[in-house]
């Protein structure tokens, strides 16, 4: 058996002031980093050990990455950043509180730039400072890969020929893969591996910081998924997300 576990960064700060962040790189919290030591200690609980690791460009993925590390004792595998892991770039959202946009566009409208599959936020404009083509991380990804703004569509066709040239193949002689990203970025990959269709994906709501383990038989067939933890808990977790979105996230009348 071999297996990948998909992980979302802890809490950031932007998660908690409940902005838009895409490309943003912004930090964790205390939280966040308490959510990846705890992820990092499950996974240590539950024996695995990982051949390599892949994350982003971006700190709150590769902080929480390193966490996990340290609390695995497997700060000295080999990791791979890419910035075709980062997150969904959310245009002109950037920043903006996901509840006061909802009051502004309404929750349907929120809904479907956060979860629809081929809606893009507007786009940044060219001499916007947040255009990544003026952000030196970037100088070696060819000006016309970098995006503006992206669909879940547009996010999963940047990230799909990382995960089938380097990511997957790996498995033909690694067990066990960690990949640490983002909640729109893994979104698309799992959509990917189960074959979610363009109408469901909008369900998937991912928590920070669980840990998604994806099973495969030698064949590397996907055999098995499940989250690591209590599934109520979890089921918590992802309503919450969803509910960021609404006009009173915390479920305020
Ligand atoms: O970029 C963001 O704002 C978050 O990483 C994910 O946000 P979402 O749950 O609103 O897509």
Known sequence: MKRIVLLRHGESTWNKDNRFTGWTDVDLTEKGIADANQAGTLLKEKG????????SFLKRAVKTLNCVLDKMDQDWIPVEKSWRLNEKHYGVLQGLNKSETASKYGEEQVLIWRRSFNVAPKALSEDDPRNPKTDTRY??????????????????????????????????TANELLVVAHGNSLRGIIKYLKHIPDEEIVGLNLPTAIPYVFE????????????????EEIKKLMEAVADQGKTTPDGRK
């Open 48 to 55: 695995f050990h990982f051949d390599k690791a892949y994350t």
């Open 139 to 172: 100088k070696e990804v060819p000006d016309k890969d970098l995006p503006r703004t992206e669909s879940l569509k547009e996010t999963v066709e940047r990230i799909l020929p990382y995960w089938k040239c380097i990511i997957f193949p790996n498995l033909a």
């Open 216 to 231: 495969f038989d030698d064949d590397l067939n996907l055999k098995k998924d499940y989250f690591l933890g209590d599934p």
